[in-house]
């Protein structure tokens, strides 16, 4: 024998160590260069198998927020003819990222930096943190390639969420990426448009858009701020908020509406946002 004298169980753990480095290898140079087929045959079998809607969404956030998203590769090239300009700003593309993926702001920057959207919006945000509806309230439509979100709003807070926005707004000088935080109302708030006036005394100095989000069928009593009445009051009170602030660089404000509205409902929202000049 060539090497007589080797402990018991050295070849085996030799092995172990050079095929589990070579794995590791394989794996991270894949995750680099954004290979689709490495995710779709590879690492999603596998989230799909041992671990569960939630617990997979929070994963991914750590995943981006560490920054170990594609940094080389065809999807990481930006295309000319995809430049545009939305609301006076000129994007490299106009494709977001909507509020839902990093609800609490803990991955700004890698996102910006390395994700390739042209818009990257957070929340929603609730003005005290809130848990949210118990779980399990992700549930996966595998064939569909989607997933039901049953959180409720659950947030962090506009106090924390706003250092973490203010710790990345200070980093990053990509004019091409255009910044979204989405507000939400707490569960047990009796007067909404109060919630929305702190989420936009937060937020409004630092991002380039906000949107009153009034769609979540989890929190009671929100859709009916969809009501022509209310709405007016609410889209009147947030106009007035941002006014007194008296920003330079003035966020443009958005509203999320249900998507099962019907046609004089939907009727009555726009003849609200005509005279809202927000």
């Known amino acids: ?21 070579g794995l590791i ?6 995750m680099l260069w954004g290979s689709e087929t490495f995710y779709s045959k590879g690492v999603m079998p596998f989230v799909h198998r041992y671990i569960d809607g939630e617990n997979s969404h929070r994963l ?19 295309y000319p003819e995809l430049e545009c300009e939305i609301l006076g700003r000129k994007l490299k593309n106009p494709i977001g990222l909507a509020a839902g993926f990093d609800k609490d702001g803990e991955a700004i920057l890698p996102l910006v930096e390395y994700s390739g959207f042209g ?6 945000v609730t003005p005290i943190p809130q848990s949210g509806n118990p779980r399990p309230r992700v549930f ?17 807070g506009v106090g924390r969420v706003q250092q973490r926005v203010k710790g990345a707004r200070s980093q990053w000088n990509d004019e091409l990426v255009m910044f979204g935080v989405n507000l939400g109302k707490n569960k047990l708030t009796d007067d909404a448009k109060l919630d929305y006036e702190v989420g936009v005394n937060y937020f409004a100095p630092f991002c380039d858009y906000l949107v009153v989000n009034i769609s979540s069928p989890n929190t009671p009593g929100l859709r009916t701020m969809q009501k022509k009445a209310d709405l007016q009051k609410l889209m009147a009170y947030v ?8 920003l330079e660089n003035r966020p443009k404000v958005f509203l999320k509406i249900a998507p099962d509205l019907i046609d004089s409902e939907k009727k ?7 005279f809202a000049t927000i």
């Open 25 to 30: 290898g394989y794996g991270i140079t894949e």
């Open 119 to 124: 818009v990257i919006e957070i929340g929603s």
């Open 239 to 246: 106009k007035h908020s941002v006014d007194l602030l008296e």
């Open 140 to 156: 996966r439509l595998l064939e569909d390639k989607g997933v039901i979100n049953r959180y409720g709003f659950n947030s962090d």
């Open 60 to 78: 991914a956030v750590k995943v981006a927020a560490w920054g170990l998203l594609p940094r080389f590769g065809l999807n990481r090239k930006e």
């Open 268 to 274: 009555d929202i726009a003849r609200v946002l005509s």
């Open 1 to 21: 024998m060539l090497y007589p004298k080797l402990p018991p169980g050295y070849i085996t753990k030799s092995t172990v160590i050079v095929v589990s480095s």
